[in-house]
């Protein structure tokens, strides 16, 4: 089992930056692999960036060159945005993948003004 906490969401304007942090806890040394989704009204939930312990990283076209992930042997994961756009407007999640099941946060919202 895991348990995964977001923070760090708010309002910002247009061009402004967010960092977004989550805390996994419970049984953190099986966790290999962690990421943020996001899901904006009336739209499927996406992968904005994922994160393995090896350091590799995957990033949805939208964010590249925008946002970075890491994550820390401890499992905090993180998410810093930068020039942020009002399309990124929508409800960001925290995700680990565990024994061929999926973790999942509250969620935080992030809403970026233009």
């Known amino acids: 089992q895991v348990q995964l906490a977001e923070s760090g969401g708010g309002l910002v304007r247009a061009g402004g930056s967010l960092r977004l942090s989550c805390i996994a806890s419970?049984?953190?040394?099986?966790?290999?692999?962690m990421g943020w989704y996001r899901q904006a009204p009336g739209k499927q939930r996406e992968l904005v960036a994922s994160?393995?312990?090896?350091?590799?990283t995957n990033y949805a076209d939208s964010v590249k060159g925008r946002f970075t992930v890491s994550m820390t042997n401890t499992k905090f994961l993180y998410l810093q945005m930068n020039s942020l756009k009002p399309e990124d407007t929508a409800v960001y999640y925290c995700?680990?993948?565990?024994?061929?099941?999926?973790?999942w946060g509250r969620g935080t919202q992030v809403t970026v003004s233009s």
């Open positions: 994160i393995t312990d090896g350091g590799i």
């Open positions: 419970g049984d953190i040394v099986s966790i290999f692999h």
């Open positions: 995700w680990a993948p565990l024994r061929l099941r999926d973790y």
